[in-house]
């Protein structure tokens, strides 16, 4: 048709030629698509006093945001068709992630500020019963030592990363392709249903870092690092102990003791016995989560 080719000229011009700059920009998209959904969930239960949202809603929708981000910006590739973040991209990783969380965290701020003033009255507070900060960061409960708060950080992210790594190996049990970030969702799912009360499970520090730059210049002020004994830091550095961790654990207990390729025998022999074992039905229990 007529218009076809004009179509392909302006895809053709505003078609990135840069992998590493493509790789960017879909980090950045998903990054933001993941805080706004996040921050949406928690924005609306907390400025309607939780008649229009709960707990369970704001992990579920974290979750089910997990999902939407990764599969948005998760399969960026080059040329070459291969998917995941090249060597380049992971130098800029934190910062785009900060700068994306950044933004997002504004965007909830404008959808929500009618909401948000009318909760507060126009008084945006850190603590208290109208607090409003942690709609957008992380901030432990009253209860809750550095200490405790640091090794929750460090136990979450590294059952994160191990997951992770089990969903992701392929010599494990495996998850069919294109159904990874549902996988992904479910786990974060559980994680906050089981681990969410102490903190919010934050499991990542760009994710709790940049909304936190973002609320200390919106009006919060000052106090959004001095809360909680200076709590700001912990979601900062715990999670990269956490996944450290985590990976080092995974690989020493799971992934160094795959049999080897000269074992197809053995691999075989197991196949056969886990599609009999599938053959006999067996009753499953609901689990019972308690936060």
Known sequence: MAWTQPLAKVKGQLRIRSLLARQCLAEFLGVFVLML??????????TSGETKGNFFTMFLAGSLAVVIAIYVGGNVSGDEGKA??????????????????????GATYVLYYDALQ???????TVTGPKETASIFATYPAPYLSLNNGFLDQVLG???????????????NKGVPAGLEPVAVGLLILV????????CGFPLNPARDLGPRLF???????????????????VPVVAPLVGAALGTATYQLLVALHH??????????????????GLETPASAQKPEYKL
């Open 191 to 198: 994680i906050g249903l089981s681990m969410g009360a102490n």
């Open 84 to 105: 995941g973040p090249s060597e380049g991209t992971e130098i800029y990783a934190k910062e785009l992630k900060l700068l994306s969380a950044f933004c997002a965290s």
């Open 259 to 276: 049999p080897e390729d000269s074992e197809p025998a053995r691999d075989l022999e197991f196949a056969q016995h886990e599609v009999s």
């Open 157 to 171: 992210t590294g059952i994160l990363i191990v997951g992770i790594l089990a969903i992701l190996d392929t010599r």
């Open 37 to 46: 959904l996040t921050q949406g969930a928690v924005a609306q239960a907390v």
């Open 215 to 233: 609320t200390y210049v919106a009006g919060w002020g000052p106090e959004v690092f001095s809360a909680g004994n200076g709590w700001w830091w």
């Open 118 to 124: 009318n909760y507060t009255s126009g008084n945006l």
